[in-house]
């Protein structure tokens, strides 16, 4: 089971490391990896195990905030009925094409390896299309609107070496508040 300690803090350059394309069939390890993220990510959306494991609440992780310089990332996304998930396993993913509406999360974004509070606004798009692979190398098409575009966008900048906190204008950190939709 992963630990908190397990995921890379912001200060650690490895976050900052652009990540190697998979190549398949996908090694035991990484779906190890897989497994062990989306049990993180459930765990920490459920609040009896979120607290009764000391975990942070998070939708998506990216291979690299667990040091893995690999282009797959995993989002845990809660659906209407209350503890019941999708899970989206999205490895060598590209965003194919995205909505020219522009949205930001109102209370401000958060991330596993950002263990502050950060304001500001993160803009993102209101929906996004991602095409890549699952675990046994199919290619997939996957759409996000609102909340989970922003997961995905989050996860593959990471994949990118960037993270939210570059994407806030720092000398206006709610600029576009006015511009943009809030979530």
Do not use: W
């Not at 958060?110 to 996004?128: D, K, Q």
């Not at 570059?166 to 979530?183: C, F, L, M, Q, T």
Request: hydrophobic fraction near 35%.
């Amino acid at each position: 089971m992963l630990k908190n300690k397990d995921i890379l803090d912001e200060k650690d350059k490895k976050l900052r490391e652009i990540s190697k394309e998979v190549t398949f069939p996908l090694s035991d390890e990484d779906k190890k990896t897989i497994d062990l993220m989306i049990e993180y990510l459930t765990n920490s959306q459920i609040e009896e195990l979120e607290k009764k494991y000391d975990l942070r609440p998070g939708m998506g992780m990216a291979a690299i905030q667990l040091g893995i310089p690999k282009r797959y990332f995993v989002v845990v996304h809660e659906q209407e009925v209350k503890e019941t998930f999708k899970n989206y396993i999205l490895i060598n993913p590209k965003i194919i094409s995205t909505s020219e509406e522009m949205i930001y999360v109102e209370e401000g974004e958060g991330c596993l390896s950002v263990n502050r509070e950060v304001e500001g606004i993160v803009p993102r798009h209101a929906r996004v299309t991602i095409e890549g692979y699952d675990v046994n190398g199919n290619k997939i098409k996957v759409r996000g609107r609102e909340e989970l575009a922003v997961a995905f966008q989050h996860e593959l900048d990471h994949l990118d070496g960037i993270l939210f906190t570059d994407k806030i204008d720092k000398k206006n950190p709610y600029k576009y508040a006015d511009v943009y939709r809030a979530i």
